[in-house]
């Protein structure tokens, strides 16, 4: 199993991103796919997740900037990240689960920048 995030970087406040993780190995459309951050010496943030079935669900600190999607076809999921702040810097990771089989995947994470 392969998550392959890419997309970080470095840009300036009011900036935009996106992120996307390609996946592999897995049956990605069984699988709910998450976002994380880690940003240093904090504690790391779900911020992100979009269900098999499309429902998705925000970090209170990101609704309305971010927008998830995923394609199945294509097995990615992408992170929109607009109006972006220096408090979204972070290590960003891509994360794949299936709770009912206990299956829980990650990626090796992508560094988003956001200068002021």
């Known amino acids: 199993v392969q998550l392959v995030e890419s997309g970080g970087g470095l840009v300036q406040a009011g900036g935009s991103l996106k992120l996307s993780c390609a996946a592999s190995?897995?049956?990605?459309?069984?699988?709910?796919m998450n976002w994380y951050r880690q940003a240093p010496g904090k504690q790391g943030e779900l911020v992100a997740t979009?269900?098999?079935?499309?429902?998705?669900n925000y970090a209170d600190s990101v609704k309305g900037r971010f927008t998830i999607s995923r394609d199945n076809a294509k097995n990615t999921v992408n992170l929109q990240m607009n109006s972006l702040k220096p408090e979204d810097t972070a290590v960003y990771y891509c994360?794949?689960?299936?709770?009912?089989?206990?299956?829980?995947?990650w990626g090796q994470g992508t560094q988003v920048t956001v200068s002021s």
């Open positions: 979009i269900t098999s079935g499309g429902s998705t």
């Open positions: 190995g897995i049956i990605f459309s069984r699988y709910t």
């Open positions: 994360n794949a689960e299936q709770r009912q089989q206990d299956l829980d995947y």
